[in-house]
């Protein structure tokens, strides 16, 4: 748990029987986060603050999780109160480095809508699908350097491989930076400390790596979406080299990290439970409902949101600029929404899963993320033969804001 002399001093308007100490980057989640947080929160109310990483409320249930993201008029996006972000602009110096802001995630409607609009066309279904044959080309690819050997790490080997050189090819960067472009990404997800301009440096790092190419597109343009973003107009406006930043950072952000994440544990799933392999590879079709089963059960986004003015969710009042944390992996375990949730059901009927987030905010790319889970699950179960989990190395796992499988050792020897 966080060490006494970080945890903050409890507000006066949150109870006594509110309190419940969880720490989202606690150790304990490491050995499996999905089940060790349910056990930890076992005892916790459906609603709770909690003192660790500065104070703040966790949701655990659907609704009230649903009720947050979907009403961004009363909790917003944008994580600084302006009191807040006062201090915060303080501490930078003023010759010192702009720091991104990535839209439209930071932002809330209507002002969230007008930068979230250009996009759409980007991430469109018709121009998502067009990807499909190289997808699955480098699927293939990628398990033929495996197939042989009777083991791997897939995590390291398919699982980051696939989505972000998909990512690094649409977007026209560098495939031989991918470890470096990785450990960026890790390190925005690690705990922020003590000073939150360090966390905002993260940010200007990712921005920093992609100055050289976002400049060189602009000037010499291809068929990349940098290229394409160069191309879009806000209200008739031409676009920005400071907006362009912004938005280069938060697709690199989601880019490189959400559908890791899912393989990770969707083919966790398959190497626990070898029956679950055999009746998708007797019926391949399954795999689009399977794919949806999986994200529900091990869903790994925790959005955090600020109150604008006091509300009242669920029996607690929340107070102007408390901040909520929506920790959607157990949402969507809720047995008031879901059935035995912890039990996968290929064929239960209500999938309504919020992997994606839900609302204003629910992920831009969730089609080209379903995509390369669907195709890459139909070739790895094409082409490798009944794989398990290697006893002698057991996974490994990532805690807080987003729950990944960091190593999955595999064998099918």
């Not at 201090?87 to 480095?97: R, S, T, V």
């Not at 409607?109 to 018709?126: C, D, G, I, S």
């Not at 602009?218 to 938005?247: A, C, K, N, V």
Request: aromatic share 8%; glycine share 4%; charged share 20%.
């Amino acid at each position: 748990m966080t060490a006494p002399h970080l945890l903050s001093p409890c507000p006066a308007h949150v109870p006594a029987d509110a309190v419940f100490e969880f720490d989202i980057f606690d150790q304990r989640l490491l050995q499996d986060p999905h089940n060790t947080a349910l056990q930890l929160l076992a005892e916790a109310p459906p609603l709770f603050w909690t003192p660790c990483n500065g104070g703040h409320w966790v949701t655990t249930c659907y609704q009230q999780a649903f009720t947050v993201l979907r009403t961004p008029e009363q909790f917003s996006s944008g994580m600084l109160s302006p009191q807040e972000m006062s201090k915060l602009e303080a501490m930078i110096p003023a010759d010192g480095p702009r720091i991104p802001h990535p839209v439209p995630v930071m932002l809330d409607p209507p002002e969230h809508t007008r930068y979230r609009q250009p996009l759409q066309k980007v991430f469109a279904p018709k121009t998502i699908n067009a990807l499909k044959g190289d997808i699955e080309q480098l699927a293939h690819q990628l398990i033929d350097t495996i197939i042989d050997d009777g083991q791997c790490d897939f995590i390291t080997a398919v699982g980051e491989q696939l989505p972000v050189q998909v990512f690094l090819k649409m977007m026209g960067l560098p495939l031989d930076r991918l470890p470096e472009f990785r450990e960026l990404v890790r390190e925005v997800f690690a705990p922020a400390g003590a000073n939150p301009h360090d966390q905002l440096l993260r940010l200007r790092n990712i921005a920093d790596v992609m100055t050289d190419i976002i400049l060189e597109r602009r000037d010499h343009p291809r068929d990349d979406l940098i290229s394409r973003l160069w191309e879009l107009q806000l209200d008739g406006e031409p676009m920005t080299f400071e907006l362009m930043e912004d938005y280069c950072v938060l697709l690199f952000l989601a880019g490189l990290d959400t559908v890791v994440n899912a393989i990770g544990f969707g083919v966790r799933h398959m190497a626990l439970y070898p029956d679950f392999q055999q009746q998708l590879r007797a019926d391949p079709q399954l795999i689009p409902e399977a794919t949806e089963e999986l994200l529900r059960r091990y869903t790994m986004t925790i959005p955090i949101r600020r109150v604008l003015t006091p509300v009242q969710l669920g029996e607690r009042q929340l107070a102007e600029n408390d901040k909520i944390m929506t920790y959607l992996p157990l949402a969507d375990l809720d047995p008031a929404e879901f059935p035995e949730p912890q039990q996968f059901d290929l064929l239960r009927e209500n999938k309504r899963h919020m992997a994606f987030g839900m609302g204003p905010h629910r992920c831009l790319g969730s089609h080209l993320a379903r995509l390369e889970l669907q195709t890459l699950y139909h070739v790895v179960l094409q082409r490798l033969p009944e794989f398990r989990l290697d006893t002698a190395k057991p996974a490994q796992f990532h805690a807080g804001q987003m729950l990944a499988v960091a190593s999955l050792p595999l064998r099918w020897d």
